[in-house]
DNA sequence: CGGTAGGCTAAAT
DNA sequence: GATTTAGCCTACC
């Protein structure tokens, strides 16, 4: 199984964070030249910077296909801090629900993502995770509830793991292929 | 302005 | 395998 190599490959050459971090994959074309908040935040993190890595999250999270769920911690990696799996999950609980804000509630498919055991997390109140997986049934995702009450996906059918963002595979960058991932094995 | 909790994870017991 | 420990950084009290 595990046809899509779920969250196992350690062997990134990602620099982490070395002293400051900054290792946003964003074209030096695109940096503000001030750190002014863009008027598309009507709420900004505190600091630029934050800013950043949550614009990178919520255009990360944008670009899981429909059906599909991935877990934090990969978000995490495919934005360049895969050591910061808990700061997307404030991203997200912090998203927007402003429609008119660059990223909100509904074009930021928030429900795509759920934690590395390939559950629903609860985060506080229940209500949220029942929501969460109405909004991925509704997409054809398969939800299946424990008998605590947990509501779990089975990433070998609905898992989402590129090894980097499909816009970045689409710019060409390939990062060397050191896997096979041909998943012969079916399931 | 300092301390704690939080939609997490991987590694070590 | 189930727990515990250790990083991480932001929001909130």
Redesign the pocket.
Known sequence: MRLCTP??F?SEGTPA?SGS?DHRPLPPDQQPLSPQPSPSFSK????D??AA??HAVYAAVQEIPPGKVT????I?KLVG??????????C????PTDPTARFHHANVP??R?????GV?????QPS?SLN?AAALEAEGVTVMAGALGELSVDFAEFGWFPRILPSEAAMGIVPESDDDEDGSDGE
């Open positions: 969250p196992t350690t964070s971090q900004m993190p505190r600091t910077e934050a890595f949550f877990s934090y911690g990969h995490a801090t895969p050591q910061r799996p808990r700061q997307v999950g404030v997200l609980k912090h998203l928030w429900q993502v759920i934690n590395a055991k629903i997390s609860p985060r506080s949220g969460q």
